[in-house]
């Protein structure tokens, strides 16, 4: 989408025509940096620090670090290597299994000198399909959206609440729970989005505003209580946010916090969507609250917090009393009772077993591996 | 309660016999000061820049405004002068309009002369009547505690999530819903306490671990997104949190986010408990949701932090782009339906009409005035 009126991707080729670019997210809002990937390692690197994050981009990334590591050493042990230590990158997110399947699948049979120019095609197809996936939820989410628009004064916004940054930041392009709002807006629908700041991490205060705000898209910055207080004032249309996994009966693995804004949602009858790739769907697993491990990250994201110092420099700050304890985990589940429809590339679909196998069963389960 | 071993109150007569000494609250957690108060305007500006907070507190130091307001001029013009100052400081204080309301109805009747000291005894009688309603709250409280460890493991600790501070700092002593913590800790029964950090303010990440790590009760910090992961999966055994202001019928108005937890609790069967004064009650109102104004703040408690550098310097820092719009409100309203209880100075009620009326009804709606 747009930064200041130039079309971006969160990754891309660079000039030199072999290695890979992406925007270094940590960075992010009060830094626009550009990190270039020319090894395995750094690719790793790029998704254990989260430089890169969502389950698409992840996905992709890793993708692109097996072509890297082809390069170097095209041999089955390497191979093997490489999917091993991409894999223990971040160990939630089902479609980094699944690239590193795919990629692997292709080039398990060829002879090693083939390799790498063979990952580079198949990483670039999971790139160009990324971006088709997404355009398609957002073409059945905006129908959503104009069904609200239409029951509206003509003029006054939709308002939608997001939570994180499932944005196109966390995908190639145009988002999974953004990809509505960007062809909304792109359609010339008002709209004025909810942004959840979404601690520890704060990727809603500093990545979907930035998002947004350079794209042109109303939005306000809220903090992760207030979503509850809105809805009970009538002052959110549609709740829309992403997903890391979901299983097939439709519970909802996503951002800590998501299941709060669920039961909100649910309690003043807000339509809650989740948007997501069929990719992302956990068809091994029926009951997320009970089956999904849930990642526990440092204690260091909760009590300290990263931001822009008045003279410019970005530092962290303690917001705690030294050595208190803490207790971090980063994802919660939302059962699927709570969740009015699932927005995929295929339509949308009703939070059940029955409705999600009848839309993608076969495929996915095979693709899934 | 105790800070490294002394007993402390939040507010106190400083030992030249007639000044106030608070604790400046807006500089906790990484730095105790002690903020002397000379002056009506002095107190006015410790009410509204939050260097005392809560709703008991913010009665007491209100009552001893008056009375340094009469020190300084004990005309009837000075006396109404002050009350419109202080009143103005926080609109949605209910037990600020009490606290005033009955210093106010003890001078009236005096001859100027003896206001300063007439006020002073009353301010006192407000200190002594806080710290006796708090420990009663904490004594039912306690007993709740108490049914709780008594099913569990002997040793095993009773798991208490609590929001914002509705603690000794927020009153004059023992705190709301903290008090029947201490007290419970000091009868030697096993809790822990899961602290929100409660944004934007993060009077949890700063006041209430600070406090409850002062008095040495276990505690983790966590984000205000956590609390519904956490009872999901049986680690919440009790929600304690305090109110700003609770309706007749037992809606209850507390910091932002507090109706998010209430709802985490009914989903997943955890006894939602509010604490508060008799003083509280609002007996004019029977519908919060509709009815409570709520306050809305400054957009840079949501865009920037406070927190202490590594050089041991405290900072604001913002988390978001620069110019990005924010909406914040301060409180919301958890409807009765969702309170298990409030425990209050004379028992525990249901968040009724009736049963609020039977237990408080005549003496509380005289005094709310």
């Known amino acids: ?29 009060h830094i626009f940096a550009v990190n270039n990937l020319q090894t395995l390692e750094q690719a790793c690197t790029a998704i254990h620090d989260m430089q890169v994050r969502g389950a698409p981009l992840i996905g992709a990334t890793a993708a692109y670090g097996l072509y890297l590591a082809m390069r170097d050493d095209p041999s089955d042990a390497a191979l093997q290597g490489a999917c091993k230590r991409l894999l223990a990158t971040r160990p939630t ?3 980094l299994h699944w690239a590193l399947a795919r990629v692997t699948e292709v080039l398990l049979p060829l002879a090693p000198a083939e390799r790498s120019s063979a990952a580079f095609i198949e990483a670039d197809k999971i790139i160009a399909l990324d971006i088709e996936t997404n355009h398609a939820i957002g073409a059945h989410g905006l129908e ?20 994180c940054n499932a944005g196109w930041l966390a995908t190639v392009d145009w988002g999974t729970a953004t990809a509505p709002m960007y062809q909304a807006h792109d359609a010339g629908i ?10 520890p991490r704060n990727q809603g205060a500093s990545l979907t505003t930035w ?43 996503n951002k800590i916090g998501t299941y709060l804004k669920a039961l909100a949602a649910k309690d003043n009858n807000v339509p809650f ?21 849930i990642e526990r990250r440092a204690d260091s994201e909760v ?53 999600l196998a009848r839309g993608f069963g076969r495929q996915c389960s095979d693709s899934a591996g």
């Not at 959503?144 to 939570?163: C, F, M, S």
């Not at 998002?211 to 009538?234: C, F, K, P, R, T």
């Not at 822009?308 to 970005?314: A, E, F, I, T």
């Open 144 to 163: 959503l959206i104009r069904q609200i628009a239409a029951a509206k004064a003509p003029g006054e916004a939709v308002n939608i609440l997001t939570h």
């Open 273 to 293: 969507y989740v948007c997501l790739p069929g990719s992302t769907i956990d068809w091994t697993s029926s009951d997320g609250v009970s089956e999904i491990p």
């Open 190 to 199: 008002p709209i004025h989005v909810w942004v959840d700041e979404t601690r």
């Open 211 to 253: 998002e947004l705000g350079h794209h042109g898209i109303a939005h306000s910055l809220i903090v992760d209580n207030l979503g509850g207080h809105l809805m009970q004032h009538g002052m959110v249309d549609l709740c829309l946010v992403g997903s890391d996994r979901t299983t097939r009966s439709g519970d909802v693995c």
């Open 303 to 355: 009590s300290t917090i990263s931001g822009k110092l008045d003279n410019g420099q970005v530092a962290n700050v303690a917001i705690a009393p030294d050595a208190t304890p803490v207790t971090n985990y980063a994802f919660d589940v939302t059962p699927a009772r709570l969740v009015t429809g699932l927005i995929t590339e295929r339509g949308v679909f009703e939070a059940s077993e029955t409705s």
């Open 1 to 29: 989408m747009n930064v200041d009126g130039v079309a971006y991707r969160s990754i891309w080729v660079n000039e030199d025509g072999w290695s890979v670019d992406i925007i270094d997210q940590t960075r992010l809002p």
């Open 93 to 95: 997110a089902v479609n």
